[in-house]
Structures are given as structure tokens and as C-alpha cells.
Nanobody, 123 residues
């Protein structure tokens, strides 16, 4: 079992940057592929980015490619997403998620979720 807690959300102007972090409990963090998802107002939760267990491969939604960077530190049990060139359409609640084994981009594949952190991008 792993518990996840996100931090780093807030209000930022368009074009600005934010860094979200997710702290995981437990001693087997490197057993989990990690992902970030978001839910914008009135929309379904969607995939943002994912990273393999040891960080060798990263995956991004087309909408954030080139602007967001996912990373992880297995010594600190953390995963982060650096978000640059933010747009108003990036406004959403951002969730950290974990799944044992292989990395996936479908939210249904993830077993563990954080409670989310709000990101608001003003125009």
C-alpha cells in the first residue's frame, strides 16, 4: 500500500511556472510507476504525464508536451512535475497516482491516488 500527497498548487498568471510535488509513503516506492492526471472544471480526469519506476522513460499528453517535465527521486519517495508556459486551459485539480509495475497512461490502470492540488492559471 502507498499513500500519496500532492503539494505545490496555486494561482499563477498565464506564461508562468509551477512545480507540483507528490510525496509517497512506504518503502517500496521504486516498485511503482507514477503518473500525474488532472481534472478541469466540467471535464473528465485526464492523463498528464507518467514516469517509469526508475525514471528511464517518460510519457506526456500532447497538450503538455514540451511544457511539462515529470521527474522522480526514489531516494526521497517523491515525484514532481515542472509546469512551464502555463495556459488558462491548464487550470485543473492535479492528482498524483501510482501503480505497481509497468507504466500506463490510462487512469483506470492506477491503483493509488492522492487527494489533488488545485492549479489555477489566470489570463
Amino acid at each position: 500500500q502507498v499513500q500519496l500527497k500532492e503539494s505545490g498548487g496555486g494561482l499563477v498568471q498565464a506564461g508562468g511556472s509551477l512545480r507540483l510535488s507528490c510525496a509517497a509513503s512506504g518503502r517500496t516506492f521504486s516498485s511503482y510507476a507514477m503518473g500525474w492526471f488532472r481534472r478541469a472544471p466540467g471535464k473528465e480526469r485526464e492523463f498528464v504525464a507518467a514516469i517509469t519506476r526508475f525514471g528511464s522513460n517518460k510519457y506526456y499528453a500532447d497538450s503538455v508536451k514540451g511544457r511539462f517535465t515529470i521527474s522522480r527521486d526514489n531516494t526521497k519517495n517523491t515525484v514532481a512535475v515542472q509546469m512551464n508556459s502555463l495556459k488558462p486551459e491548464d487550470t485543473a485539480v492535479y492528482y498524483c497516482a501510482a501503480r505497481l509495475g509497468q507504466t500506463k497512461t490510462a487512469l483506470a490502470e492506477y491503483e493509488h491516488w492522492g487527494q489533488g492540488t488545485q492549479v489555477t492559471v489566470s489570463s
